[in-house]
């Protein structure tokens, strides 16, 4: 949004974040301009780390940079323990600022363990996650302390926004259709299970989101989230098959269909909300995050098209 470029021009990424004033007023940005039914609260998925012993910063260009990834056991062990409500107390001020001025639900999230741990690994983004694997396969049990530490502190981190009042929660689990299921079944699956199971008792929807994960979909079913989000790569119907009937569903509408001519963007959408037949349980959203590149007036007409097209059905 032009609006959060300007923004953006002034100030750091981690100084937008870490600034409560300045997070409420890009979360409120596209809940003013676009007819969207939730907000989701401006954050980034690696705050947590920083306070638990890891340093990094954004490189324009090229996302995070880690200075010390972690490498081996030693450095799993360097890594503490936090409390959300003392080491992210700006996040939480900035829900509780949010809540006073909002009319739609407010969405917080964290990061999965295993995309946590992949950040952490490899320093910064990967194409091929090679020394994630390494240490998955090499260092089984490095992995999954480093996987069960990231695990504590998001479970932590989502009671505290619970209770700051963000009334759903989504676990981003980017990276993680990197592995295949007999993988994710042993060395992320556990990890994102203890996440939803730290927030079971407490009265908030969960979603659990991840890309390129077709067929990964049936277990990430499992791992005990309200709602599974699925990408544009598997049909929405077909995915919800995949699910099962007691979850609700989240998607799919490819990101770059927003970059095309209209008449492509509308037969999309339309595909999508049939697929989804009515059915309750559907967030209709994006597969993934919208491209820096895509007009907001397309957004905008997204919103108020899938609105149009379901109307009928919430009178």
């Known amino acids: 949004m032009p609006e959060y470029r300007a923004l953006r021009q002034q100030y750091g990424m981690l100084e937008l974040c870490q600034t409560p004033e300045l997070a409420v007023q890009v979360t409120l940005q596209p809940v003013e301009s676009i007819d969207v039914d939730a907000a989701i609260l401006f954050s980034d998925l690696l705050l947590p780390l920083e306070p638990m012993g890891l340093t990094f910063d954004f ?11 972690i490498r081996s056991a030693a450095d799993v062990a360097r890594l503490h323990p936090i409390d959300p409500e003392d080491a992210l107390a700006y996040v939480l001020d900035t829900i509780r600022q949010l809540k006073t001025r909002l009319d739609v639900p407010l969405i917080g999230f964290v990061g999965a363990p295993f995309t946590l ?45 619970i209770a700051a009042g963000v009334d759903a929660v989504q676990v ?19 990890h994102t299970r203890r996440v939803f199971e730290a927030i079971a008792d407490l009265d908030a929807p969960s979603i659990h989101f991840g890309v390129g994960t077709a067929m990964l979909l049936e277990d990430m079913a499992t791992a005990g989230s309200s709602v599974v989000g699925a990408d544009w790569r598997t049909p929405l119907d077909r995915a919800w098959q995949l699910i099962g009937p007691d979850r609700g569903i ?7 269909l927003l970059l095309g001519p209209w008449h492509r963007v509308r037969a999309a ?17 994006l597969g993934h995050g919208v491209l820096p590149m895509t007009s907001p007036e397309v957004v905008q007409r997204v919103a108020r098209l899938v609105h149009q097209l379901t109307a009928w059905r919430s009178r």
């Open 117 to 161: 741990a992949s950040y952490c690994i490899e320093g910064g983004p990967s194409k091929d996650f090679a020394r994630t694997k390494a240490m998955m396969y090499a260092e089984p049990e490095a992995w999954h302390t480093l996987c069960s530490r990231l695990a504590e502190m998001a479970g932590r981190y989502l009671r505290a926004q």
């Open 59 to 69: 490189v324009k260009g090229e996302g995070p940079q880690f200075d010390d990834p």
């Open 269 to 285: 959408v339309e595909d999508v909300v049939a697929r989804a037949a009515g059915r309750p349980g559907h967030i209709f959203n």
């Open 172 to 190: 981003f689990d980017s990276w993680v259709g990197q592995l295949g299921p007999a993988d994710y079944r042993e060395f992320a699956l556990p």
């Open 250 to 256: 989240q998607g799919n509408l490819d990101p770059t």
